[in-house]
């Protein structure tokens, strides 16, 4: 037919687009599996293209590749990293467990490109073929999690680290502006002794600080690859030395201290790296969710709620109530922190699906991982600069609501006991004075006493001796 071409796998003859730089398997993945419409990020792709180039350059340096053959392949690399051919990658996420279609795609992609620099042409499979040569010493089940741990390494330092960083930076600025200004505390969502609005923010600055010390701490395990596994992990049909050479290329092209795995057996058949990675970006989903909800919290109002921070003012926030203002960018940091939860539910069941030498729920895995890096790193970067950046604390409201807090009393309880300081309370609340004048009234203290020790200024720590 016009405008296709034929090509052939070991179940036979395939119809393929003209243009197309892939061949029969990727065709028939496409064909195969039209499920949703998730693909693979780009950046997994250009990853993918980089290890096929360490790939062909351990090959030829281990004398199983021709120099002529390694740099075909490594320029046909080349382009695909630099985002020339990232209309060729069509397949979706849904498809094999191994992967094994992806690789494919890359393979054929790789080999196509490659005869044409050859001055050849598409499906012809010389002098490059997408298996003997583009997939030499390599099998789906040991290059595509190489790949996973590559992409999710990189996007973790390159994205989401530097994200954290710079949200974790904005934090600290605000603690250090809010530092003097005291405010009531609240536990249980009540009245609390008080705290300053800085140590508030100072404990959100320490909680992006443990995941950020999480989230470094398992790049070593990440940064181990599966390659050299083969296709159940003994390494079948790879050269003397291949594991540790072809690791060696990869390092030095991604710039990052990717290592062999100690145990190619593990490294095919569990996924607990990965798995271990995402249950910080759990943990770091869950810190930004408790943040971002205490900043809409302590926003809320203008005027009806508690009103104690004000929020940037981004967009107008409701089609029916002139001059509403909602706090958008926390909505959309707590919804991503939900989908990141949920993602770990699903990466969680999909480290388990390791039966006997392999995993066969990699596509998923990595798909949720990088979308959760993803999603993360956004979300950061649009709550920092959107909504942390702009904050302004209202002294005024922050003052209102400290005069009125009971819990002062608390500071009474070592000198008149738990029972008065909670009669005094009681008294107050139930009457609608101060605790001054409860306390005076009921003749527990008298009034130099009070002035003295109940001062929120001197509640915020412990006695300095």
Not at 68 to 92: M, N, S, T, Y
Not at 180 to 194: E, F, I, N, S, Y
Not at 298 to 327: D, Q, Y
């Amino acid at each position: 037919m016009a405008g296709q071409r034929s090509e052939r796998d070991s179940l036979g003859e395939v119809a393929i687009a003209a243009d197309a730089l892939w061949g029969a398997q990727t065709q028939r993945s496409l064909e195969n599996f039209p499920i949703g419409g998730q693909r693979f990020p780009l950046a997994f792709i250009h990853d993918f293209a980089l290890v096929k180039k360490a790939a062909a350059l351990a090959n030829c340096e281990l004398g199983e590749l021709t120099e002529r053959r390694r740099e075909l392949i490594c320029a046909a690399c080349d382009e695909i990293v630099a985002g020339r051919h990232d209309d060729q990658f069509p397949l979706v996420v849904w498809q094999t467990g191994s992967g094994t279609q992806t690789n494919m795609n890359l393979n054929e992609v790789i080999a196509n490109r490659a005869n044409e620099l050859a001055g050849g042409r598409r499906g012809d499979r010389e002098p490059v073929h997408p298996n003997d040569h583009v997939n030499r010493s390599q099998s789906s089940n040991d290059v595509f999690p190489t790949v996973m741990h590559i992409a999710a390494a990189r996007q973790l330092r390159e994205r989401l680290l530097p994200a954290l960083e710079a949200l974790h930076g904005a934090l600290a600025a605000k603690e250090g502006e809010f530092a003097a200004l005291v405010k009531t505390g609240r536990t249980h969502l009540m009245d609390a002794t008080p705290v300053t609005l800085g140590q508030e923010f100072g404990g959100y600055r320490a909680q992006l600080a443990y995941a950020r010390e999480q989230l470094t701490a398992v790049l070593p395990q990440v940064q181990a690859l599966a390659l050299g596994g083969s296709a159940v992990g003994t390494g079948l049909n790879t050269p003397p030395g291949w594991a540790a050479t072809v690791t060696g290329h990869i390092a030095v092209l991604a710039g990052a201290p990717f290592t062999s795995a100690a145990d190619k057996f593990m490294a095919l058949a569990g996924h607990e790296a990965l798995v271990d990675l995402h249950g910080r970006l759990r943990v770091l989903a869950g810190a930004l969710f408790k943040i971002a909800a205490d900043i809409r919290l302590l926003g809320s109002g203008p005027r009806c709620g508690l009103g104690e921070l004000r929020l940037p003012a981004n967009e107008p926030g409701s089609s029916i109530m002139p001059g509403k203002v909602n706090p958008t960018q926390v909505e959309a940091l707590t919804m991503v922190a939900v989908q990141v939860m949920g993602n770990d539910a699903a990466v969680g069941f999909a480290g388990s699906q390791g039966q006997l030498e392999l995993n066969v729920f990699k596509p998923l895995l990595i798909h949720n991982v990088l979308e959760s890096i993803a999603l993360l790193a956004d979300a950061m970067d649009s709550f920092r600069t959107r909504c942390v950046a702009g904050l302004r604390a209202d002294p005024d409201q922050l003052q209102l609501h400290l005069r009125r807090s009971l819990m002062l009393v608390t500071a009474l309880s070592p000198i008149i006991g738990y029972d008065c300081a909670a009669k005094i309370a009681g008294k107050a609340f139930a009457e609608g004075i101060s605790l001054r004048e409860a306390a005076l009234a009921l003749g527990h203290v008298d009034a130099e006493t009070f002035d003295r020790v109940v001062d929120p200024a001197q509640m915020l720590g412990p006695p300095r001796p």
